[in-house]
């Protein structure tokens, strides 16, 4: 069984005081504001999953990277698969257990481990002797009722959550899904338009366009309809219950263009010809305006830039994006975000809530910015630095800058279920390890520490994404 | 009343060794190299601040960022305020308790209840409901004549502080000051001739030149006049008691022009007439002058570079400079430095402290270049990086590659009074911290432990800032 | 004498725990698959040390780097000399005594006192008072047949160790030590192709190319001959015991020139006559042959890149080469090794292994690509990290992302000989503070723990030098 005493810290004293920081926000419910579970999830009244594999690891790339990193081959672990039968999905989980040592040290092994004892109650040792037959035993549990995934969802206590949508979706499936009193959260769905703001990189962008136009009700073929359609998508998902638009580009910069300059652009990119440094100035100018349109319709806007995409072609082309191989890049975020921060960052109706992978603007950029300008949030950890060390220095590197206020509360950013309680688990055992620090230290009184608590699961997300 | 063993490790056996090397130098006196308080606050022999507000909230931005991060409009602190009334000063100090929670986890926290428990002997916790009757205790006490800022710094043990002066400062507040026995410290004034070498960015240069020019008795609208009235500040400063001259640009390159063209741009900069690219080359070329001045006049160099200045151009409208948005720019010192390194950082008796808020280049270059060379010391963590945490992290990335003896001992670089006891405290109990690690680990005796505290605290910054 | 429990935990329960893991590997035999040691000492029957001061000091850039920085002359210390007399040797030693206290906090004063005690059985302090006594017992001891270096390679328990080697040596003296059975460990070569590949920093590169070609039997002065006098090094390397290729260059680019410019390029490159730019793009040409080279003979590549050699001229000039003033420059990893690990990555069999000195791209770059390509290795803690601090950042930053499978294991990289035990036992030590840690959070039971600390000594490195 795993230890009510994980991730607490080893000196006997602040330990004590850990475990009581952990007992205010053990129980209290999960708010996820964003994360990539498919709709189809919770819609369907008894989904269930098909077995362990398309559970623990065909979708969920913090698995199957460390295999690809041992030489398993993708298509092994189901991925980019069709009709990956019953035996292969079995021989992927025991190709899990063989390999399961070079999980040692990963949070994946954490939350696997812990995800065995407390969704399913199996407490033997995971690896390559008992991978078989438990992936039977969860085989057979995920058949059960209490193992649909709205089961799994009030099983979890998750209060909220969002999913991450195409920007046309008519979201119909979010309105039946919260209209249904069997459904026990409350389901956000995501407004993500990335691939209208890259003209360049998009393929077939022109097509989009016109796509979106057509949903959104107006001709979108020109630079004005486009942002108007834009405009649009944005107030339809917040009326079916948005809180956040997401955004993941090379960079953070808002350079607008001239009324002029956007609009010939604009022409261009329409008939497919445009140079990359053509879509990188349309991207920074469309950005802009999804800035300015949050100054409107209140959106929270939520950035994760500065990221090596697909990094690997060979496996992109066999087995498409999100295998693993999204390498961070280096980020800037001082310089890129001035302008917008100049502009806006004295607005404390406007939430900017901004996620790195490198760990080198938290005390350098992302602490002392946040420390000064009402509008800028510092996201949590995010993808590798999802994890124990990560998080901890998380702490370390921000809080004596910019405080707890400023944090955006705990991203569990994942397609995979079972995990969320337990990335989400994780984080609460971590942070009271880090504030039962500042305690011991006689920083902060007890009082105090539980306040930081409960914050940090429950009025600090609410207020960072305005959920009330 | 705060705790005797607050920020020691909470190992007990750790925190004992912790206890016994920080009882070393818990009551040696304060040496303060650098910093930003008035010389008049030290000259009036009976200075008085008017109220709490304009000791703990209205100069210190520190402060004051936190809660204009919350919302709070830096007017409502006094900032850049003139005739704040009592009532407005009171206010200001209840926002400060109304927000307090916002300051949880940073220095400023932290400092305060300790300033509060040990300079006011006021234990009752500082929040919304005590902020106004702790107001009118300390509103009080300051009329006392034990708080006059002579008491002060008597009470606080400090035995050299240093001032940032005008250049052109005649220093006679500084000469009375120190003539008068009744005055308990040895004060300092410090030169700080960055607006001379930056004919770019300073309004209206050529005047600064020309007054310059007048106050050194020589005409300075030449380069050679000007180069000749800047040392002659400099000499007079260092026979008025300066140890150190103090530089802040975008960067630290000495790249020196021709002689045909420094003359020809500095011609064109005293005509206001040069484009930003050559305000650097001319910033460089002098600076390089600076270097070379240093090695003559033997005052000491600590260099404070690679900043955002004034970020929020709103606030610096409405508030001035100093308003908490001086942002942390990407740190270059390898590149940089070297031509400065090749030529003198071979000489031990030139001193050139080097700080940073870019924590990626204290293990890969200041570390490393400061066990290297003899004029090189690596400046104590400065502005965002004054705080546990990186304190810490200071200790952590540099001694491994530069020893103890090659850091400039603690620098509180404040124009907060009553904080500077404080945060010399807080270093102290955080380098005992760090060095009781190294104890435990048997990396070191106790007894060498205990030399590294006291001279860490004494002989260490007498000997980087040649106080002897 | 040393403490037993040197470097562990403080927390107890913790430090048990260490001391369990600890004990799996205390006295496993070493394995060295990089450094500096020269054959000589090894080949030579009865090799014993002139004195203490060619043992610990002058050979060591890292002992003379410190005194360096605390103004002391390179020459004193017998860096460059020839005919360094016996007193002066005693001086030196002297003076390593004189200035000991500025070693304190860094790894050499621990090896060194650890070196005295494990090697020696010198257990007074060393320091000024004791360093003439203590150089004199040690001058006694090194005449004992105890301390022949085959001697102390036995006791050492040194199982497999690497020289760095002349890419034209005949590596006779490396065969008759293998052949001889009296030599207690297996001794390998390292080709390390390093100035073949700088066609614009060699000094007279068209006459190595010259002589390259001689040894190789084969006329280099084309590309093409060039290329093939290389492969047959790196062969014949292979077949006298060498497990891989080492290389430092400014980066690790592997842009490709097509044939013409690549064959006009060498041409002029013999002919002296390029610029530094053009020997960038050869080198990164070579660089890449290098890489596809090694996917035919099998030889594991090593890369430590990204350093300012040399970064200080006079010292170069009176002292050479290896005096402790190589800087560790800004790494960049993920953007240059793209088109590397686009084609090879995910070939298993393909070992490559990067070495950093800027710890910004662990957490960003190296953990996350180590953990999707199989081919790639995080090296351990090079040069001015190979210090406790370092080691557990190094862990910290990069096991959440890539695990324990992806470390190099222990590199020692040193020419001196008796800190070589050392310094593997120091990193045993932190393995296991740091696998303690993660057993203490109940991330991972004792008995994997074991396992973590026997691998990491043993078939780690075995797998990833493919030394069986």
Redesign the interface.
Same mark, same amino acid.
């Given at each position: 069984m795993?230890?009510a005493?994980?991730?607490?810290?080893?000196?006997?004293?602040?330990r004590d005081i850990a475990r009581e920081l952990y007992a205010e926000v053990k129980d209290l419910p999960i708010i996820s504001p964003h994360g990539h579970v498919p709709v189809e999830w919770f819609h369907d009244k008894d989904y269930h999953f098909a077995n362990p594999t398309e559970l623990f690891i065909t979708p969920d790339h913090y698995v199957t990277?460390?295999m690809?990193?041992?030489?398993v081959d993708l298509k092994d672990l189901g991925v980019g698969q069709k009709n990956f039968t019953e035996e292969q999905s079995k021989h992927a989980f025991e190709l899990l257990g063989k390999y399961w040592?070079?999980?040692?040290?990963?949070?994946m092994?954490?939350w696997f481990d812990d995800e065995l004892s407390t969704v399913f109650g199996i407490d033997k040792?995971f690896g390559p002797d008992t991978a078989g037959e438990i992936y039977d035993e969860i085989n057979d549990d995920l058949k059960q009722p209490e193992f649909s995934t709205r089961a799994l969802v009030k099983k979890f206590n998750i209060e909220f959550i969002s999913t991450t949508d195409d920007t046309l979706d008519d979201l119909h499936l979010h309105d039946e899904t919260n209209a249904d009193p069997d459904f026990p959260a409350r389901l956000a769905p995501a407004f993500r338009p990335d691939l209208y703001l890259e003209p360049y990189k998009t393929a077939n962008w022109a097509h989009e366009v016109e796509k979106l136009g057509e949903v959104a009700g107006i001709d979108a073929t020109t630079y004005a309809g486009f942002t108007e359609a834009l405009r649009r998508r944005r107030v339809y998902f917040k009326e079916h219950g948005a809180v956040l638009s997401d955004h993941s580009h090379a960079d953070v910069r808002t350079d607008r263009l001239s009324d002029t300059e956007v609009n010939r652009l604009f022409k261009q990119a329409m008939a497919g010809n445009i140079t990359p440094e053509e879509g990188d100035k349309l991207r920074r100018h469309f950005f802009a305006d999804q800035v300015e349109m949050a100054q409107e319709d209140g959106l929270v806007m939520t950035v994760h830039p500065h990221v090596?995409r697909d990094?690997?072609?060979?496996?992109l082309a066999q087995y498409g994006v999100n295998i693993?191989?999204d390498?961070?890049?280096?980020a800037e975020y001082?310089?890129d975000l001035?302008s917008l921060?100049?502009k806006y960052?004295?607005n404390?109706d406007f939430h900017f809530v901004a996620f790195t992978?490198?760990?080198?603007v938290y005390?350098?950029?992302l602490?002392?910015? &946040? $420390? =000064?300008?009402?509008s800028?949030y510092v996201g949590a950890p995010w993808w590798?630095?999802d994890?124990?060390?990560?998080i901890l220095?998380y702490f370390?590197?921000i809080?004596?800058? &910019? $405080? =707890?206020?400023?944090l955006s509360g705990f991203i569990d950013d994942t397609r995979a279920l079972c995990s969320i309680p337990t990335r989400h688990d994780t984080n609460r055992r971590l942070t009271a390890r880090f504030v039962s620090?500042?305690v011991?230290?006689?920083?902060?009184?007890l009082e105090?520490g539980k306040?930081?608590m409960r914050d940090s699961v429950q009025s600090g997300p609410r207020h960072v994404f305005k959920l009330d």
């Amino acid at each position: 069984m795993v230890n009510a005493d994980r991730l607490f810290p080893a000196d006997p004293a602040t330990r004590d005081i850990a475990r009581e920081l952990y007992a205010e926000v053990k129980d209290l419910p999960i708010i996820s504001p964003h994360g990539h579970v498919p709709v189809e999830w919770f819609h369907d009244k008894d989904y269930h999953f098909a077995n362990p594999t398309e559970l623990f690891i065909t979708p969920d790339h913090y698995v199957t990277r460390i295999m690809h990193s041992q030489g398993v081959d993708l298509k092994d672990l189901g991925v980019g698969q069709k009709n990956f039968t019953e035996e292969q999905s079995k021989h992927a989980f025991e190709l899990l257990g063989k390999y399961w040592y070079a999980y040692v040290g990963t949070p994946m092994q954490y939350w696997f481990d812990d995800e065995l004892s407390t969704v399913f109650g199996i407490d033997k040792p995971f690896g390559p002797d008992t991978a078989g037959e438990i992936y039977d035993e969860i085989n057979d549990d995920l058949k059960q009722p209490e193992f649909s995934t709205r089961a799994l969802v009030k099983k979890f206590n998750i209060e909220f959550i969002s999913t991450t949508d195409d920007t046309l979706d008519d979201l119909h499936l979010h309105d039946e899904t919260n209209a249904d009193p069997d459904f026990p959260a409350r389901l956000a769905p995501a407004f993500r338009p990335d691939l209208y703001l890259e003209p360049y990189k998009t393929a077939n962008w022109a097509h989009e366009v016109e796509k979106l136009g057509e949903v959104a009700g107006i001709d979108a073929t020109t630079y004005a309809g486009f942002t108007e359609a834009l405009r649009r998508r944005r107030v339809y998902f917040k009326e079916h219950g948005a809180v956040l638009s997401d955004h993941s580009h090379a960079d953070v910069r808002t350079d607008r263009l001239s009324d002029t300059e956007v609009n010939r652009l604009f022409k261009q990119a329409m008939a497919g010809n445009i140079t990359p440094e053509e879509g990188d100035k349309l991207r920074r100018h469309f950005f802009a305006d999804q800035v300015e349109m949050a100054q409107e319709d209140g959106l929270v806007m939520t950035v994760h830039p500065h990221v090596h995409r697909d990094y690997d072609p060979q496996n992109l082309a066999q087995y498409g994006v999100n295998i693993g191989a999204d390498i961070p890049a280096k980020a800037e975020y001082a310089v890129d975000l001035k302008s917008l921060l100049n502009k806006y960052g004295n607005n404390p109706d406007f939430h900017f809530v901004a996620f790195t992978m490198d760990e080198t603007v938290y005390s350098r950029e992302l602490g002392p910015l &946040a $420390g =000064f300008y009402p509008s800028l949030y510092v996201g949590a950890p995010w993808w590798f630095l999802d994890s124990p060390e990560p998080i901890l220095r998380y702490f370390d590197y921000i809080t004596t800058a &910019a $405080g =707890f206020t400023k944090l955006s509360g705990f991203i569990d950013d994942t397609r995979a279920l079972c995990s969320i309680p337990t990335r989400h688990d994780t984080n609460r055992r971590l942070t009271a390890r880090f504030v039962s620090g500042l305690v011991a230290d006689h920083r902060l009184s007890l009082e105090d520490g539980k306040k930081v608590m409960r914050d940090s699961v429950q009025s600090g997300p609410r207020h960072v994404f305005k959920l009330d």
